[in-house]
């Protein structure tokens, strides 16, 4: 059975990741895309499902950490016999992704065992094995991988297995290359000590870079790394998480591919790059944000490949029993071809975060792209939509939805103001934003409750609604914002940590998401409640909660997507782009005074 969602860390090459358990199993690795086939799939399954095992042989107690600013991993093992270190990283930028595992003797002599299972797409394909002087070449359909190993290997039941002892200061590389099939020669294997001295200065140099000055400097800088690591490096696209179907309650059905790249993230993605000084990197996402919304606005999606692929088709795989037996396990996402009008406040919101910031001649947002976009809105703006979490249920009209559709008429007309552009166009987005506004305040609140609601006429409260005051909707001291801060609280705070909705049908026998179970908090969204008190000046509580927060990052500072309470224990996709960007961007509006990008969000005219 896999290991706890925390039990994992994550090294990346910027084109792909894999998830590495605290045994010393990496149980998770999809090649040569991060939302490609996976290699290893016992994270979903079992061991016959693809492992990389390299451990002692028998009993140890483990601690583990990065190495200062990189994404390479130690795992050191404390044994009766003595210590040994795993080290495990990928060299970024390559053209056959690898994996590198370096086995260093640091005390004693250990004895040590290596079982290596690979089951191309998902854990159903078998591939043909061949010994080569140096280790085994492995080739299914389109896949191929190159292994190098040295010491002797034996075949078990389609499993590699070996068994050998390390002593102290004695070193063993092993390595692990994907190819294409077709090719007629295997990669030579690299040199994984000279591959290790080369990642490791490709880290500190991406890390020099950072001019983040703010507190928690060590938290922030490695959850950037932690992005870095989610971004697809040939076309700049920011993944959401490493991995699909990691439930969001164990046991339960609420487990989806987070693969892919969202819109809703852009703005915050943005800010995080942007207030750490990656400028290179926001100009890259903004780039690819621009060619996914490319033709007709009226098909623009909510989310798309990290290449811009827009037919993100969802199906089931059913040999997999999933994780914890949480199943379907799901590849894809149906929720790609939903209405979502967020994603419109997104868009032209990232498009000002760039403008604001310089980057319009490196993004090239242009006056007939926003004039398209805000021309569907127009069309599309009073209609019901499936809202920012993707239910499964009917299409109401979601106040965060219709708050996000104000958004994109106010940065639509702050981007023609600082154009001089669009004329008529400009006075009617901004009759449009007013009237969208009202239309909000009247039917999107509650005076019973004294707070905004879910959706237009429902007793529901919702956390998106804490974006009110950060998007520059309402002012952060306006009673309705206070209210409805405190009624999220009131209602969906759960042991200090916010749950994105009541997922159980309301007083009114609506059942807003059309799913059985219930789910964890959310983690982005308790973010958004430390913002939206740091916003109105409490300081104090934003900053229990944002440290509330970092205590649930797991040994080596990741996070997933939500937090069981009752459990203790993480949920949900792993290690989640949203959540690490919650901590980029909480720690600098904690701490960065007039420049927070919660500040400079909310500004509007």
Same mark, same amino acid.
């Given at each position: 059975?896999?290991?706890?969602?925390?039990?994992?860390? +994550?090294?990346?090459?910027? &084109?792909?990741?894999?998830?590495?358990?605290?045994?010393?199993?990496?149980?998770?690795?999809?090649?040569?895309?991060?939302?490609?086939?996976?290699?290893?799939?016992?994270?979903?399954?079992?061991?016959?499902?693809?492992?990389?095992?390299?451990?002692?042989?028998?009993?140890?107690?483990? !601690?583990?950490?990065?190495?200062?600013?990189?994404?390479?991993?130690?795992?050191?093992?404390?044994?009766?016999?003595?210590?040994?270190?795993?080290?495990?990283?990928?060299?970024?930028? #390559? &053209?056959?992704?690898?994996?590198?595992?370096?086995?260093?003797?640091?005390?004693?002599?250990?004895?040590?065992?290596?079982?290596?299972?690979?089951?191309?797409?998902?854990?159903?394909?078998?591939?043909? *094995?061949? /010994?080569?002087?140096?280790?085994?070449?492995?080739?299914?359909?389109?896949?191929?991988?190159?292994?190098?190993?040295?010491?002797?290997?034996?075949?078990?039941?389609?499993?590699?297995?070996?068994?050998?002892?390390? /002593?102290?200061?004695?070193?063993?590389?092993? !390595?692990?290359?994907?190819?294409?099939?077709?090719?007629?020669?295997?990669?030579?294997?690299?040199? !994984?000590?000279?591959?290790?001295?080369?990642?490791?200065?490709?880290?500190?140099?991406? +890390?020099?870079?950072?001019?983040?000055? $703010?507190?928690?400097?060590?938290?922030?800088?490695?959850?950037?790394?932690?992005?870095?690591?989610?971004?697809?490096?040939?076309?700049?696209?920011?993944?959401?998480?490493?991995?699909?179907?990691?439930?969001? %309650? +164990?046991?339960?059905?609420?487990?989806?591919?987070?693969?892919?790249?969202?819109?809703? %993230?852009?703005?915050?993605?943005?800010?995080?790059?942007?207030?750490?000084?990656?400028?290179?990197?926001?100009?890259?996402?903004?780039?690819?944000?621009?060619?996914?919304?490319?033709?007709?606005? $009226?098909?623009?999606?909510?989310?798309?490949?990290?290449?811009?692929?827009?037919?993100?088709?969802?199906?089931?795989?059913?040999?997999?029993?999933?994780?914890?037996?949480?199943?379907?396990?799901?590849?894809?996402?149906?929720?790609?071809?939903?209405?979502?009008?967020?994603?419109?406040?997104?868009?032209?919101?990232?498009?000002?975060?760039?403008?604001?910031?310089?980057?319009?001649?490196? *993004?090239?947002?242009? $006056?007939?792209?926003?004039?398209?976009?805000?021309? #569907?809105?127009?069309?599309?703006?009073?209609?019901?939509?499936?809202?920012?979490?993707?239910?499964?249920?009917?299409?109401?009209?979601?106040?965060?939805?219709?708050?996000?559709?104000?958004?994109?008429?106010?940065?639509?007309?702050?981007?023609?103001?600082?154009?001089?552009?669009?004329?008529?166009?400009?006075?009617?987005?901004?009759?449009?934003?007013?009237?969208?506004?009202?239309?909000?305040?009247?039917?999107?609140?509650?005076?019973?409750?004294?707070?905004?609601?879910?959706?237009?006429?429902?007793?529901?409260?919702? &956390?998106?609604?804490?974006?009110?005051?950060?998007?520059?909707?309402?002012?952060?001291?306006?009673?309705?914002?206070?209210?409805? *801060?405190?009624?999220?609280?009131?209602?969906?705070?759960?042991?200090?940590?916010?749950?994105?909705?009541?997922?159980?049908?309301?007083?009114?026998?609506?059942?807003?998401?059309?799913?059985?179970?219930?789910?964890?908090?959310?983690?982005?969204?308790?973010?958004?409640?430390?913002?939206?008190?740091?916003?109105?000046?409490?300081?104090?509580?934003?900053?229990?909660?944002?440290?509330?927060?970092?205590?649930?990052?797991?040994?080596?500072?990741?996070?997933?997507?939500?937090?069981?309470?009752?459990?203790?224990?993480?949920?949900?996709?792993?290690? #989640?782009?949203?959540?690490?960007?919650?901590? *980029?961007?909480?720690?600098?509006?904690? !701490?960065?005074?007039?420049?927070?990008?919660?500040?400079?969000?909310?500004?509007?005219?």
């Amino acid at each position: 059975m896999a290991g706890l969602i925390e039990d994992y860390a +994550v090294i990346g090459d910027t &084109a792909t990741v894999a998830l590495v358990d605290r045994s010393g199993s990496i149980d998770w690795w999809c090649t040569p895309r991060i939302d490609s086939g996976a290699a290893f799939a016992a994270l979903l399954g079992t061991p016959e499902h693809g492992r990389w095992l390299v451990a002692p042989s028998g009993e140890a107690t483990v !601690s583990r950490r990065y190495e200062d600013d990189t994404l390479v991993l130690e795992t050191l093992f404390h044994t009766p016999e003595g210590d040994v270190a795993v080290i495990d990283f990928m060299p970024p930028e #390559q &053209a056959n992704p690898s994996i590198h595992r370096i086995v260093e003797g640091r005390s004693g002599r250990v004895r040590m065992e290596l079982e290596l299972v690979v089951r191309f797409d998902y854990g159903s394909i078998t591939p043909w *094995v061949r /010994a080569t002087g140096d280790g085994l070449v492995m080739v299914a359909g389109p896949d191929g991988l190159r292994f190098h190993s040295p010491v002797r290997l034996e075949g078990l039941d389609h499993t590699t297995v070996a068994n050998f002892e390390v /002593a102290e200061g004695e070193r063993l590389t092993f !390595s692990l290359t994907w190819f294409a099939s077709q090719e007629h020669e295997a990669p030579l294997p690299l040199d !994984s000590l000279a591959a290790a001295n080369r990642t490791r200065r490709w880290w500190h140099r991406w +890390v020099a870079g950072c001019t983040y000055d $703010g507190d928690w400097r060590d938290e922030v800088v490695r959850s950037l790394i932690t992005l870095k690591a989610l971004t697809y490096g040939p076309t700049g696209a920011v993944c959401a998480a490493a991995t699909t179907s990691l439930p969001e %309650d +164990v046991g339960g059905v609420r487990n989806w591919d987070y693969r892919y790249s969202w819109l809703r %993230d852009a703005t915050l993605t943005l800010q995080a790059l942007l207030v750490s000084g990656f400028r290179d990197e926001a100009a890259a996402w903004s780039r690819w944000l621009r060619r996914a919304v490319a033709g007709n606005p $009226g098909e623009f999606q909510i989310m798309y490949g990290v290449g811009g692929e827009r037919r993100l088709t969802e199906f089931e795989l059913d040999w997999l029993p999933g994780y914890e037996d949480s199943a379907p396990v799901r590849v894809g996402n149906g929720a790609s071809t939903q209405f979502q009008l967020d994603v419109f406040g997104e868009v032209m919101d990232a498009a000002l975060t760039a403008a604001s910031n310089g980057l319009e001649g490196q *993004v090239g947002y242009d $006056g007939e792209v926003i004039v398209a976009l805000m021309d #569907q809105l127009e069309r599309v703006w009073d209609q019901p939509d499936e809202g920012i979490w993707e239910v499964r249920g009917p299409r109401r009209h979601f106040t965060h939805s219709k708050v996000m559709a104000w958004v994109a008429f106010d940065r639509a007309v702050q981007l023609a103001d600082r154009s001089s552009a669009h004329g008529e166009r400009v006075e009617r987005w901004r009759e449009l934003r007013q009237r969208v506004h009202d239309q909000v305040c009247e039917q999107g609140f509650s005076a019973e409750l004294g707070s905004f609601t879910q959706y237009y006429g429902s007793s529901n409260l919702d &956390a998106s609604l804490l974006m009110i005051p950060l998007v520059g909707f309402l002012p952060p001291d306006d009673p309705r914002v206070l209210g409805t *801060v405190e009624a999220v609280r009131r209602t969906l705070l759960d042991q200090g940590f916010v749950r994105r909705y009541e997922t159980e049908a309301s007083s009114d026998g609506d059942d807003v998401d059309g799913l059985p179970g219930s789910e964890g908090a959310f983690l982005v969204t308790t973010f958004w409640l430390a913002d939206a008190l740091a916003l109105a000046g409490r300081t104090d509580e934003a900053r229990e909660v944002f440290e509330r927060l970092l205590g649930l990052c797991n040994d080596v500072g990741l996070l997933s997507e939500e937090y069981d309470p009752e459990a203790g224990r993480l949920l949900g996709n792993f290690p #989640q782009a949203f959540s690490h960007v919650g901590i *980029v961007t909480t720690a600098a509006n904690l !701490s960065l005074a007039e420049r927070a990008p919660c500040r400079q969000r909310a500004g509007s005219d």
